[in-house]
């Protein structure tokens, strides 16, 4: 009986198709794999970029409970200063002229690039 059914006119047909279906099948899941690595490698990096950002927002929340941060804050923001100290206001002058000391700079003057293809063409 089995010989009757390998020598079958149907069973190579059956078995190419069964064949041609299987390796689809491999195909479909070797493309899912590849496209649930992706996934994976892309979330482990925002995962990355998550903890980053979490130790960066500790850190910032450990110096924002130091005193020495509140008194800077103070300091620049609401103009804050100690009793003992003495604070020092300098006013800029808009009235003055800001002059450079160097070399005196030398102007060549060189003809613009028509000029020059004319005198090219000319033979100057």
Do not use: C
């Not at 009757?4 to 078995?15: A, E, G, Q």
């Not at 069964?18 to 690595?37: C, E, P, S, T, Y």
């Not at 110096?63 to 800077?72: D, G, N």
């Amino acid at each position: 009986m089995i010989r009757n059914i390998l020598r079958s006119k149907y069973f190579t047909p059956v078995i190419v198709i069964v064949l041609f279906w299987l390796g689809l099948v491999m195909i479909r899941a070797h493309n899912q794999k590849v496209d649930v690595d992706i996934r994976v490698s892309d979330l482990e990096n925002r995962a990355g970029e998550i903890e980053k950002a979490n130790k960066y927002i500790e850190k910032l929340l450990t110096y924002v409970k130091m005193p020495e941060f509140l008194e800077r804050e103070a300091r620049i923001r609401l103009n804050y200063m100690l009793a003992d100290e003495k604070v020092a206001f300098v006013y800029e002058d808009k009235n003055t002229k800001i002059e450079t000391v160097g070399a005196p700079m030398v102007e060549t003057k060189s003809p613009n690039i028509l000029k020059k293809i004319w005198n090219w063409i000319n033979g100057d």
